[in-house]
Every structure is written in structure tokens, then in C-alpha cells.
């Protein structure tokens, strides 16, 4: 499940949000960072290979965008009107030593093949996701 979908109900009740602290020095707590890219964007990509029978190989699919752990949590505080309340808690020490610190995905090669829609901003993402799938379905 997506980060938000495990963090919403954090955020909902207890008005609050939990990260992982870092354990490189020189990369602050919450600014991990991730290319997160919306389910929708992703669909925009599927679209585009199917309707380009031709095209074959295999393509990076992101935003091309890393956004931080910290970035993401505002968007779901932003998209509730609520203050952002960011606590940082120790990361399990099974993955500390495998974790990965950046992601960011190289969408070089899908740009070259033509594909040129933009993805959705983080901010605007994140309310999509809240107010059309998350509120209305289980959680108020």
C-alpha cells in the first residue's frame, strides 16, 4: 500500500505523522526522498504504450522528480487544512544498513519514444488521492 494510505489514518486521528530518522548525518530527518508518482500518471503511461503498439523495451516509469518523506506528509496535512506534525522515530535496525537514502526515476528513454504528458504536482496528487478515495470510502 502507498505510504499515504498507511499514514492517513495517523493523520486523521491523532492529528499526527510518523517518518523514519536518518541515520546519514548530512540528510536531515523526513528528507529521504522518493520519486513518488500518482496511480493516475502511471495509467497516462500505460495509455501511451498501448495506443503505440511499436514501441517495445523497457522504460522507467516516474516523475523523474524526488520528493522528500517530509514534502509528502505536508501534502497530506495541506490537504486536511491541518497543521503538519511531523515525528521522527527510529528506523527498524534489519533495514537501517539496506536503506535506501534517494530514488528518483531516469525518464530520459520515455521522453525520447514521445511520451510527453506531465505528471500530476505532489500537492495536487496527494488531495486527488485524499478527497476521492480515501475520505469517501472508510475513514470518516
Request: proline letters at 6%; hydrophobic letters at 35%.
Given at each position: 500500500?502507498?505510504?499515504?494510505h498507511q499514514?492517513?489514518p495517523?493523520?486523521?486521528y491523532?492529528?499526527?505523522?510518523?517518518?523514519?530518522?536518518?541515520?546519514?548525518?548530512?540528510?536531515?530527518?523526513?528528507?529521504?526522498?522518493?520519486?513518488?508518482?500518482?496511480?493516475?500518471?502511471?495509467?497516462?503511461v500505460?495509455?501511451?504504450?498501448i495506443?503505440?503498439?511499436?514501441l517495445?523495451g523497457i522504460f522507467?516509469?516516474?516523475?523523474?522528480?524526488?520528493?522528500?518523506f517530509?514534502?509528502?506528509?505536508?501534502?497530506?496535512?495541506?490537504?486536511?487544512?491541518?497543521?503538519?506534525?511531523?515525528?521522527?522515530?527510529?528506523?527498524?535496525?534489519?533495514?537501517?544498513d539496506?536503506y535506501?537514502y534517494?530514488?528518483?526515476?531516469?525518464?530520459?528513454?520515455l521522453r525520447?519514444?514521445?511520451?510527453?504528458?506531465e505528471?500530476t504536482?505532489?500537492?495536487?496528487?496527494?488531495?486527488?488521492y485524499i478527497?476521492?478515495?480515501?475520505?469517501?470510502?472508510?475513514?470518516l
Amino acid at each position: 500500500a502507498s505510504i499515504i494510505h498507511q499514514k492517513f489514518p495517523q493523520v486523521l486521528y491523532e492529528g499526527k505523522i510518523t517518518l523514519f530518522k536518518s541515520y546519514i548525518p548530512e540528510i536531515p530527518n523526513g528528507e529521504q526522498k522518493r520519486d513518488f508518482i500518482y496511480i493516475k500518471d502511471v495509467l497516462k503511461v500505460v495509455k501511451f504504450f498501448i495506443t503505440s503498439p511499436n514501441l517495445t523495451g523497457i522504460f522507467n516509469v516516474g516523475t523523474g522528480i524526488a520528493h522528500s518523506f517530509n514534502e509528502l506528509a505536508r501534502a497530506m496535512f495541506n490537504a486536511l487544512k491541518r497543521p503538519s506534525k511531523i515525528e521522527y522515530i527510529p528506523m527498524p535496525e534489519q533495514i537501517r544498513d539496506k536503506y535506501q537514502y534517494f530514488t528518483q526515476a531516469d525518464i530520459t528513454k520515455l521522453r525520447s519514444v514521445g511520451f510527453s504528458e506531465e505528471c500530476t504536482p505532489i500537492d495536487d496528487a496527494v488531495r486527488d488521492y485524499i478527497h476521492n478515495y480515501l475520505i469517501p470510502k472508510t475513514y470518516l
